[in-house]
């Protein structure tokens, strides 16, 4: 299994509590009720800052 930096699991798991609230966005604008792809915008965030994050999957 991938390891993920800290600042990554931190990253995610704001984005989980924001999904969960009702606050998280999509790039389109629209709310995001998926777990997966709150967890994939959590990554994608912790990539943007430079953590430890696995390359996306093509």
């Known amino acids: 299994m991938a390891k993920y ?3 990554a699991s931190e990253k995610v798991e704001k984005t ?3 999904m969960k609230e009702g ?3 999509s790039g ?3 709310k995001v009720t998926s777990k997966k792809q709150a967890v994939a915008i959590g990554l994608s965030e912790a990539r943007k800052a430079g953590a430890k994050v ?4 093509s």
Do not use: F, R, T
């Open 28 to 30: 389109s604008g629209k």
């Open 16 to 18: 989980m509590h924001e």
């Open 23 to 25: 606050k998280l966005k």
């Open 5 to 7: 930096s800290e600042k």
């Open 54 to 57: 696995p390359k996306k999957k």
